[in-house]
């Protein structure tokens, strides 16, 4: 089964730092994601409604001063520069509405905004076919020329006053035969002062008053002939002129006047026609497209501040969110922390104290099997440590074993000495010979057991006494091989004495019946020899396997000493 | 062997030895002492048999090696190794001469009743060479008649070389 132990100590580090990292990356995430969606209200507000209000704002603006031109344009008494500079405007006024309305079109827009928007074009259609009706009308103004036509019905009154009483002063001076001053000049009356300055660009007036103009002056001549008729008497000259001249000249004067009253009439009725135009229609529609552009304001400011609310509740939503984030970021970083940090110094603490245990030489104890079937490094340790305490602990088995070997051969070694003593003592010559070789050799074995006693000791002791404990069995092994050595000569004097003794035997055999007593002698004496021959043997063997015992200890106790130096 | 007394009672002394596995034994008025092996000089011209010669206190005395003699397999000495002095009847002359023993064992004294006669058969010693045999109790001991034993005509040559070295 896989386990989070199992992994080294880098990749729990790894993986620790991995997961904050990812806790990181999702809190920054949620930060991103929040700051553009905040973004997006901002630039919706920024980059829709803002712009949106502006434009149409702006639309509106241009709509009123266009408006305010064709209201303009209804005032009497304009001249014709005053009159093209407000056409001028209003054209301009055209132009950047349209263009403001252009641009608003091109924008986004919301149904109930579009639904605004259509009111607002098809009001301003209709605004528009009524503007258009005026143009006409005002382009229709312009043609007559007539600029001021309740002026000019004025004046055209007052003159056709002014020749009716000329005539009728006229008449009354021919009944009455008086002379009266004045009349007969056709630049001296009113409509010969106006004359000269009227101008226009209307060819019927300008043709009627050029065809006035000579019919005017017949008119006056007529009136001057009167008078001189007067003067004379001459009634009825008079009366003749004043019927055959003056009066058909009145009448062509009075037509011309009703001719050029006619065209100031159709100014008249073409400004009424344009007040009607202007202050009825177009003001109703202007009035109706505003109030849509003034929904459409309204509808993109309500919206504008619902994107701002929506951005604010984003900001305090995401807020929360990072908060929240950032804190179980926190939360789960400290955990794992917590966790890789007691993995690695748990496992490490454990190994420290069992080494510590190790060290005050109790080698009993185990590592929890918990420990060393991890797979990181802290088990690798453990077992690390399990393996050289199992390791001491078989080191040490081998060198109580070894004392223990020596110990028995020591007390087997002592108990063959102690039989041979006993044989030696009844041998003669040889026996001091033996004994001293016993004593010494029963000298040799004491120190050889106190030495491995000794050496029993110190090898419990562990580390320090092994390297003596190699030194006391090499030197018991040196003992035993003196041991060996001077066995060998016991034995060499064993067979001497036996080959004597059977000279001896032989000797008293050929002697007969002398010989009897000393052959009984040299039998005992060759069964002495004998005897101390075999002991010797054995000794030599048990010397020899003590010997090799010795080597051996020897040798695995310095194969031992590295190890434990090695441990130590 | 004298007839005046009982023979049978008669109790006589012999050196058994050791060759091999086997234990043989020589009577003890044939053998004049038992030696320790020495340095031996070899000579040569002389059959296989003979070791060489040995200096006993001034005289010369042959060595013969007693298992190639027997037709044993030929082994190294040992310590135990020794050279028994033979006193030999050669043609009615009595020489010394070594014989050479494995290890040497002991001094018995036998009756002839308790002496049995060899077998004719089946034994790969010669039988004449025989005295007879001694049961002890689990093995035999193969008593030797020495004069026999080395009577062969190879001693002549042997004492003829001899001869030669002293010549």
């Known amino acids: 089964m896989f386990s989070f132990n199992d992994l080294n100590i880098g990749r729990k580090l790894l993986s620790g730092f991995l997961l904050v990292i990812a806790i990181l990356v999702i809190v920054g995430g949620i930060g991103f994601i929040s700051l553009r969606n905040v973004a997006g209200s901002f630039r919706a507000v920024s980059e829709n409604n803002l712009p949106s209000i502006q434009r149409v704002y702006e639309l509106e603006v241009y709509l009123e001063k266009l408006n305010k031109g064709y209201n303009n344009l209804l005032q009497i008494g304009l001249n014709r520069e005053e009159r093209d500079k407000i056409v001028k405007e209003i054209e301009q006024n055209r132009a950047s509405y349209i263009r403001a309305m252009n641009a608003y079109d091109a924008m986004s827009k919301t149904s109930e905004e579009q639904r605004y928007w259509d009111t607002f074009v098809e009001e301003l259609n209709q605004y528009a076919e009524a503007n258009r009706q005026i143009d006409r009308a005002h382009a229709e103004v312009l043609r007559i020329d007539v600029l001021n036509p309740l002026r000019l019905n004025r004046d055209l009154e007052l003159f056709m006053k002014d020749h009716y009483a000329l005539q009728v002063r006229t008449s009354n001076a021919i009944q009455a035969l008086d002379y009266f001053d004045g009349g007969d000049d056709h630049t001296a009356c009113n409509f010969g002062h106006w004359l000269p300055e009227f101008k226009t660009e209307n060819q019927a007036i300008s043709a009627n008053f050029m065809g006035m103009r000579n019919d005017h002056q017949q008119f006056h001549a007529a009136v001057g002939k009167i008078k001189n008729h007067i003067r004379q008497g001459n009634r009825n000259a008079a009366n003749d002129v004043y019927l055959h001249e003056m009066i058909p000249t009145a009448d062509k004067v009075f037509s011309y006047f009703g001719l050029a009253n006619n065209e100031a009439e159709k100014v008249v009725q073409l400004v009424g026609e344009m007040n009607h135009l202007v202050g009825v229609v177009g003001n109703q529609h202007y009035q109706k497209s505003v109030d849509a552009l003034n929904n459409v304001i309204k509808l993109n400011r309500e919206m504008a501040e619902e994107e701002t609310l929506a951005g604010a509740r984003i900001v305090s939503s995401s807020n929360f969110m990072l908060i929240a984030g950032i804190v179980l970021g926190a939360f789960i970083a400290f955990f794992l922390a917590n966790i890789i940090s007691k993995a690695i110094t748990g496992g490490i603490q454990k190994g420290v104290e069992f080494a510590e245990v190790i060290s005050n030489g109790d080698l009993t104890q185990n590592i929890d099997k918990k420990y060393t079937n991890q797979k990181d490094e802290i088990g690798q340790l453990a077992r690390a440590l399990q393996d050289m305490v199992d390791r001491l602990r078989d080191i040490i088995g081998n060198v109580i074993a070894g004392s223990d070997n020596i110990a028995a051969a020591s007390q087997q070694m002592s108990s063959v000495a102690q039989q041979m003593s006993q044989g030696s003592s009844e041998q003669a010559s040889s026996a001091e010979e033996v004994s001293s070789s016993m004593e010494e050799m029963a000298a040799n074995i004491q120190q050889n057991t106190e030495y491995a006693r000794e050496t029993e000791k110190i090898a419990k002791a562990a580390e320090s006494g092994i390297t003596e404990g190699s030194k006391t069995t090499n030197q018991a092994a040196d003992a035993m091989k003196q041991i060996a050595e001077k066995i060998s000569i016991i034995g060499e004097i064993s067979r001497q004495t036996n080959i004597l003794a059977l000279n001896a035997a032989v000797e008293a055999a050929r002697a007969g019946e002398h010989g009897k007593g000393f052959a009984v002698v040299a039998a005992e004496v060759r069964k002495l020899a004998e005897r101390s021959q075999v002991a010797a043997n054995e000794i030599d063997k048990l010397s020899k396997y003590g010997v090799d015992i010795s080597e051996t200890a020897g040798k695995k106790l310095a194969e031992i000493v590295p190890e434990i130096q090695k441990t130590a | ?167």
């Not at chain 2, 190794?81 to 040497?104: K, R």
């Not at chain 2, 002496?115 to 093995?139: A, V």
């Open chain 2, 1 to 167: 062997m004298d007839n005046t007394y009982n023979s049978n009672q008669l109790k006589r002394s012999y050196l058994s030895f050791q060759l091999g596995d086997e234990i043989f034994a020589a009577d003890v008025s044939k053998v004049l002492e038992i030696l320790e092996l020495r340095p031996i000089t070899k000579v040569p011209k002389t059959p296989a048999f003979m070791r060489g010669v040995i200096n006993l206190r001034g005289s010369v005395l042959p060595v013969l090696d007693t298992r190639i003699k027997f037709g044993l397999t030929v082994k190294e000495d040992t310590v135990d190794t020794c050279i028994i002095v033979l006193l030999v009847e050669l043609d009615g002359d009595m020489i010394t001469l070594g014989a050479l023993a494995d290890s040497v064992e002991e001094v018995l004294e036998l009756t002839d009743d308790e002496i049995e006669l060899p077998p004719s058969i089946g034994s790969k010693f010669n039988p004449d060479y025989l005295k007879g045999m001694y049961r002890n109790e689990d093995h035999f001991i193969m008593i030797l008649d020495v004069d026999k034993v080395f009577n062969a005509g190879e001693l002549i040559s042997s004492q003829a070389t001899i001869s030669t070295v002293h010549a």
